[in-house]
């Protein structure tokens, strides 16, 4: 039977409930590290399950040749608007409305040009793994006239 961790105080006053009030240790002497080294191990396996299912719903681990689409609108002044990114240049027109759809683009970050009347803007996109981004509404508005 294993002694008690706290004896009986020697000398002075003695305490005849000390034993009636003396509980057991949770955890029995010795088997402490091992369990903390078990509970550890397990804590861990955890955090990186976790860890593995947050990057895979977070789109950062695209797989290889994965592609998405791009859709949005474009309002510009008058009609002529276009738009394409740099992986495929197929040049895009800008539907009636100003709604637009850049299909098949290669996922992850890339760049959407909206081009109009000879000036380009530029738009920075995250492009889902088989999914579509919507980019919202883009206005597109000229400032000053290019110097002749």
Same mark, same amino acid.
């Given at each position: @039977?294993?002694?008690?961790?706290? *004896?009986?105080? =020697?000398?002075?006053?003695f305490? *005849?409930?000390?034993?009636?009030? $003396? ?9 402490? +590290?091992? /369990?903390? +080294?078990?509970?550890?191990? #397990? ?5 990186? /399950? ?5 990057? $895979?719903?977070?789109?950062l681990? %695209?797989?290889?040749?994965? +592609?998405?689409d !791009? ?6 002044? =008058?009609?002529?608007? &276009? ?8 040049? !895009?027109?800008? %539907? ?14 890339? @760049? ?6 000879? @000036?380009? $803007?530029? &738009?920075? &996109?995250? #492009?889902?793994?088989?999914?579509? !981004?919507? &980019? ?13």
């Amino acid at each position: @039977m294993p002694e008690p961790q706290n *004896p009986p105080p =020697t000398g002075g006053a003695f305490d *005849p409930d000390y034993y009636v009030k $003396w509980r057991p240790p949770l955890i029995p002497p010795g088997h402490g +590290r091992r /369990i903390v +080294r078990i509970a550890i191990a #397990v804590l861990a396996v955890a955090l990186v /399950i976790m860890g593995a299912v947050a990057l $895979w719903r977070s789109n950062l681990i %695209a797989l290889p040749g994965g +592609r998405g689409d !791009i859709v949005g609108r474009v309002v510009a002044p =008058t009609d002529g608007a &276009v738009v394409f990114v740099l992986p495929n240049p197929t040049e !895009i027109p800008v %539907a009636a409305d100003g709604s637009f759809t850049v299909p098949n683009v290669p996922s992850g970050r890339q @760049m959407l040009y909206i081009a109009f009347s000879g @000036m380009a $803007w530029e &738009v920075p &996109v995250e #492009v889902p793994n088989q999914g579509s !981004i919507d &980019v919202g509404v883009i206005t597109v508005e000229v400032t000053a006239e290019p110097a002749r």
